[in-house]
């Protein structure tokens, strides 16, 4: 299967996995147009897109995905032949502390911007088109000791977030079954590197440690995830678009499970060198806290289906992209500042009592 998209629509894409990919496919992809769709709530960041603002193939439109009419013109306007829809509220803690915008953007906002997909698809403006949802391994639920999860692993979803992901999941499945529409679906482990918001455990770590700030570890450490560079999803993403079936499922993993608390220590270890402090003066900062509730144990993603079928295998070992990424974060404090000031500073203070 060969599909080649000239205009795509990407949802999301000032967030960290969709600026991520807005730079690499336009870079591979220089003829085709790409139309950025942000709301730009906490998580978006124009600054992440500034090398590509100028170029004249890539627009950048401030919107809601659940605004109908707004979707409905820019698929129209700008001959969409491909939506690639990262667009969503990612952060398990926020949705549990408030998870109606949850539903909200994640369940509702992917079902308009389906079904506005659908009618555009079906008017035949386009000779070819698909539907791309950005998923994650969370949809899964939680793993024991053993085991993977593959893409016949039953949903059971545990998180606020992770079950409005497996709603949009769902209805994705559904326009499939239901109108034929062209729709794949990838779920991917946890990501990191560049442009990755100060909330989640690698960035938070790296802004503690450079402030000298205490770590958050929840419960005892030992939960386990499976991460990914960023760059390694962006890349299997543009292999999925171009070339998978219409209605398939790839999970995205790079067998590189790490327990959180041994995530940290390296993370803090990398920072000693980096920073000439004493070695072991990060660890220092460890802080165990209340645990997450419902917090899933084991994340681990059997990827072979993808490398079987499409070639995809990652690029970066986790020892240079972890370096690459820590290095990134020492020479971008400005850009940490900017996203860490306003309303990120409000939720953290309220989460840990004004240490963000
Ligand atoms: P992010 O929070 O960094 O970015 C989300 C982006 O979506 C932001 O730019 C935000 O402004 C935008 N957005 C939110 N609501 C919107 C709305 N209603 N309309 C338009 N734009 C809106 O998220 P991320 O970490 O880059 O994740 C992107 C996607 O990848 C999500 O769908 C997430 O579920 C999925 N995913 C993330 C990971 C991970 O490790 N971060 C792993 C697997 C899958
Ligand atoms: O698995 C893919 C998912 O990975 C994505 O779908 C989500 O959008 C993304 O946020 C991420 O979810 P996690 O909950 O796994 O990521 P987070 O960085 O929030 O937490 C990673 C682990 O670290 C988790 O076990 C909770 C723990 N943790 C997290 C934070 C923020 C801590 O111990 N302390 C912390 O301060």
Redesign the pocket.
């Known amino acids: 299967m060969s599909f080649s998209p000239t205009s795509i629509l990407v949802?999301?894409?000032?967030?960290?996995?969709?600026?991520?990919f807005i730079h690499s496919f336009s870079a591979n992809n220089p003829a085709c147009r790409i139309t950025n769709?942000?709301?730009?709530?906490?998580?978006?960041?124009l600054k992440?897109l500034t090398a590509i603002a100028d170029n004249a193939r890539y627009r950048f439109v401030k919107?809601?995905?659940?605004?109908a009419a707004l979707v409905s013109e820019l698929l129209t306007q700008e001959k969409v032949d491909a939506v690639v829809?990262?667009?969503?509220?990612?952060?398990v803690d926020r949705s549990i502390t408030g998870p109606e915008?949850f539903i909200?953007?994640?369940v509702l906002?992917s079902q308009i911007l389906l079904e506005e997909s659908r009618k555009h698809w079906q008017a035949g403006i386009v000779a070819d088109f698909r539907f791309l949802?950005?998923?994650?391994?969370?949809v899964y639920g939680s793993l024991g000791d053993s085991g993977y999860f593959t893409e016949e692993t039953p949903l059971a979803a545990n998180s606020p977030?992770s079950a409005s992901?497996a709603g949009?999941d769902l209805l994705v499945r559904a326009y499939h079954e239901t109108f034929g529409m062209p729709t794949l679906n990838?779920?991917?482990?946890?990501?990191?590197g560049p442009?990755?918001?100060p909330e989640?455990l690698i960035p938070l770590m790296i802004h503690n440690i450079i402030n000298k700030r205490p770590l958050p570890v929840y419960g005892d450490g030992l939960n386990i995830r499976d991460w990914?560079h960023?760059g390694d999803?962006a890349a299997a993403i543009e292999v999925v678009l171009k070339t998978a079936c219409p209605g398939s499922v790839y999970n995205?993993g790079g067998n590189n499970e790490w327990k959180n608390i041994d995530i940290v220590n390296l993370v803090c270890d990398l920072l000693d060198a980096r920073l000439h402090r004493v070695a072991g003066e990060n660890r220092k900062l460890i802080t165990f806290v209340k645990d997450r509730p419902g917090h899933d144990r084991r994340y681990a993603i059997d990827a072979s289906r993808l490398k079987r079928d499409l070639g995809w295998e990652p690029a970066y070992t986790f020892e240079s992209g972890i370096t690459e990424t820590i290095d990134w974060y020492l020479a971008h404090q400005e850009w940490v500042a900017d996203v860490t000031s306003g309303a990120y500073r409000t939720y953290y203070e309220n989460q840990y009592g004004g240490r963000s």
């Open positions: 949802t999301g894409g000032a967030g960290f996995i969709g600026s991520n769709l942000d709301a730009l709530t906490y998580a978006g960041n992440n919107g809601d995905i659940g605004d829809h990262f667009a969503a509220e990612s952060h915008i909200r953007t994640n906002g949802q950005i998923s994650t391994d969370e977030y992901k949009a990838t779920r991917c482990s946890n990501n990191y442009y990755h918001f989640k990914l960023v999803h995205i």
